[in-house]
């Protein structure tokens, strides 16, 4: 593949900070396309306008992410467009997390720029690429939850976030223009695959991908689902 075909997406707020990163590429991939995105829904947008994108490089506090739940729903609505974080959260915990709902990498900021162009190179050979001083088998007691939550299909995804949102489910149905049968339906298959009886535990579940706190101890959520 020439670099000519190579197209890439900086999803950062900052404008000084895509503008290293835009830097960082195009030393290594001269003739590559590089587009520059400021929240979540302008990524989103880009790849359902064209989702033949090689990588994107997304950071996690920008606007619209809310936590994991914007790398959640870029991993299941474009499974095959590799993602990057870059990040200026190194906790250990939140690198294992962001790895664990597919993302390819992890690259703190506060790393030089030959660290985040082989991790970029990295990614590209297609390998993963994190921090050498991070143990990704490490396990805690927030590991099914996470297994569950990525069993859940694009669009479940989406009706979860905004169930965290207080919508209900003619308003749902409203925003994705399905009928509220549809959403009913989602919400079911929501519970049951989060192993949860209701949808305030499904929201309890949502809020945890938002805010990258996970419950350590306790019991586990009870396997039997409700109706919607």
Avoid: C
Avoid at 35 to 48: K, P, Q, S
Avoid at 105 to 125: L, Y
Avoid at 161 to 170: I, P, T, V, Y
């Amino acid at each position: 593949m020439s670099d000519l075909t190579y197209r890439f997406i900086i999803a950062d707020d900052h404008p000084l900070f895509r503008g290293a990163l835009r830097q960082a590429l195009e030393t290594q991939y001269a003739d590559a396309v590089i587009e520059e995105a400021g929240a979540l829904e302008d990524v989103t947008r880009r790849l359902e306008e064209d989702g033949d994108v090689d990588l994107i490089l997304l950071d996690l506090g920008m606007p619209g992410m809310r936590g994991f739940s914007g790398l959640m729903y870029i991993r299941a609505q474009f499974a095959s467009v590799p993602v990057v974080i870059v990040s200026a959260n190194e906790d250990p915990q939140s690198i294992r997390r962001a790895m664990e709902f597919g993302a390819s990498g992890f690259i703190p900021k506060s790393h030089g720029i030959e660290i985040i162009r082989e991790a970029i190179q990295s990614v590209m050979d297609g390998g993963t690429w994190t921090p050498d001083d991070i143990d990704l088998n490490a396990h805690d007691a927030a590991g099914d939850l996470v297994q569950r939550l990525a069993t859940l299909t694009p669009q479940q995804v989406r009706v979860l976030m905004m169930l965290s949102e207080g919508l209900l489910n003619k308003q749902i149905a409203y925003e994705l223009s399905v009928s509220e049968a549809t959403v009913k339906a989602h919400v079911s298959a929501i519970l049951q695959k989060l192993g949860v009886e209701s949808r305030t535990q499904a929201v309890i579940a949502a809020s945890k991908i938002e805010s990258g706190q996970w419950h350590t101890g306790g019991e586990e959520p009870n396997a039997t689902a409700s109706s919607a």
